[in-house]
């Protein structure tokens, strides 16, 4: 006899884990890959992180911390965002995640029972939609459009017919890279604050921008901000984020949090308070994005990508392939099989409208970016 399997799994893969390892079974094959799929940076965590790990190893016992985090962390959040924001964020409405994964897990929690409806812009970060579903909510997708870099609008709030009990959004976005400017996020949160809808914002790409900084919600009543270590701070595998949370889900998140996770990981922490002591080194990163990105913009079109979305941030370039292919799944693989190029398809960002679109992540070395061009180039010709 059977045995049971939990509905709650049966949710769609994050295609880009899958993309990865298609690579990097090819690249152990003894395949040349170039690492477009997968958004992290290629850099290792900043020199004064990792000196501040080996002292940890060496005068800590890197054992259990708070539920919410170290408090030494906490407090250094909360200056980091006097600091860029001029926002006055207590230390006690921060908690620290163990990465952003666990803080949407923790937000959808702390926020939603079962049955309520959440929004997200489509194209998004799948995990959005996927966690949703796995906690029984439902997403309400909203169908957004290149005129607004694919970025949801109050107009576009409006028509979604039902009751809503949360909004998710993103800026910098995923895969796009869209801003919100500081108006339309202000304005987003009051029609959320007339609404009775609990705003959620990933602001987990703040720090990689191309023009004006990215605005923060973490000063706007009611709204739940997620950040993470893993981008602009070149931590992914430290597996370390926060959120700002408003009073009333503080010690909710705090009793999930004892639970599920205990806490997140203390080496990480203990080593997180010195990455905002390493701006100068991030911002040669984001330089080195900022070229890539030209490099891009400028040598894709010459290898037939000639429909892109331009991005303020993060580090991708959304690229309608319609006049390529109508499976971008399929083409996403004859391009990895062909050229070794690994992109990721739009179906993991947008099931309905992605099999015409596709996504580059420029965060790798500016060579590589080089590299792939030339070998995009050559293959359409």
């Known amino acids: ?24 079974e090819r690249a152990a094959e003894g395949g040349d890959i170039l690492h477009m799929e997968v958004g992290q940076p290629s850099t290792p965590a900043p020199r004064k992180v990792l000196e501040a790990a080996k002292q940890a190893l060496d005068s800590h016992l890197i054992g ?28 006690s409405r921060i908690a620290v995640t163990t990465g952003s994964s666990g803080g949407f897990l923790l937000s959808f929690l702390a ?20 966690i949703l579903t796995a906690l029984g909510l439902e997403p309400v997708l909203i169908e957004t459009h290149a005129a607004t870099k694919f970025q949801p609008t109050i107009a576009d709030l409006d ?27 202000t304005a987003i949160a009051e029609w959320c ?19 004006a900084p990215a605005s923060t919600a973490a000063r706007l009543e009611g709204a739940i901000v997620i950040n993470s270590f893993s981008k602009y701070f070149s931590m992914t595998g430290w597996r370390l984020g926060w959120m ?40 040669g990163n984001v330089a080195r994005y900022g070229k890539n990105r030209e490099i891009l913009l400028n040598d894709l079109p010459a290898a037939g990508f000639d429909n892109l979305i331009t ?49 580059f992540c420029f965060s790798g070395a ?16």
């Not at 170290?70 to 230390?91: E, K, N, S, W």
């Not at 922490?269 to 100068?280: E, K, N, P, R, T």
């Not at 500016?366 to 010709?381: F, G, I, N, P, S």
């Open 1 to 24: 006899m059977a045995l049971k399997t939990s509905r709650r799994a049966a949710i769609d893969p994050f295609i880009v884990m899958e993309v990865m390892r298609a690579a990097n």
């Open 64 to 91: 259990y911390t708070d539920a919410l985090g170290l408090p030494a962390l906490r407090q250094r959040i909360a200056q980091h965002y006097r600091d860029f924001y001029g926002a006055d964020v207590p230390a």
């Open 111 to 130: 926020a939603f029972d079962p049955g309520d409806r959440v929004a997200l812009a489509m194209p998004g970060y799948p995990c959005y939609r996927h």
């Open 159 to 185: 028509r979604i017919e039902g009751r809503l009990d949360g909004l998710i959004i993103a800026s910098p976005s995923n895969p796009v890279g869209a801003v919100l400017p500081a108006a339309e996020l």
């Open 193 to 211: 604050a007339t609404k009775g809808v609990r705003l959620v914002s990933d602001e987990i790409y703040h720090g990689i921008t191309f023009g």
């Open 244 to 283: 700002v949370l408003p009073e009333d889900l503080v010690k909710p998140v705090e009793r999930l949090a004892q639970n599920f996770f205990i806490s997140a990981p203390a080496l990480s922490q203990l080593a997180g308070i010195a990455a905002f002591d390493a701006h100068d080194e991030l911002q």
């Open 311 to 359: 991005t303020d941030g993060a580090f991708y370039i959304y690229a309608n392939v319609a006049r390529l292919t109508n499976d971008s799944l399929d083409f996403c693989r004859r391009m990895l099989s062909e050229t070794g190029v690994a992109a990721t398809p739009g179906i993991d960002f947008d099931p309905a409208r992605g099999r015409h679109f596709m996504r």
């Open 366 to 381: 500016t060579a590589d970016m080089v590299e792939a061009a030339r070998r995009l180039k050559e293959w359409r010709k």
